[in-house]
């Protein structure tokens, strides 16, 4: 496929599943699923203490700093039952 048609590909699926509302039900299980694995209360710890030592304070360079670990530390659990809940969304609307 070509990169426009998986954009639009992706603008669709994603359209439908905001209006449906399960875009809204997994992002609630992936913040439930974060905060349970203890991934949340980490990242605060690790964004605090990078906030202490930064002078002058700026959110933008500390989000800059945090980012890249953040998403690579999600467990891999976590990212597998999120990624599973996708999967069955669009079995159903490819049947």
Do not use: C, H
Request: proline share 4%; no cysteine; glycine share 4%.
């Amino acid at each position: 496929m070509a990169p426009a048609n998986v954009d639009a590909l992706y603008a669709q699926i994603r359209k439908r599943m905001v209006e449906g509302g399960e875009w809204e039900q997994i992002q609630a299980a992936l913040a439930a699923k974060l905060n349970e694995s203890g991934w949340v209360d980490d990242l605060r710890d690790r964004s605090k203490e990078r906030a202490r030592n930064m002078d002058p304070l700026s959110f933008q360079t500390l989000l800059e700093q945090v980012n890249p670990n953040a998403q690579t530390s999600v467990p891999l659990a976590v990212k597998r039952e999120i990624i599973s809940l996708i999967r069955q969304y669009l079995e159903k609307q490819f049947e």
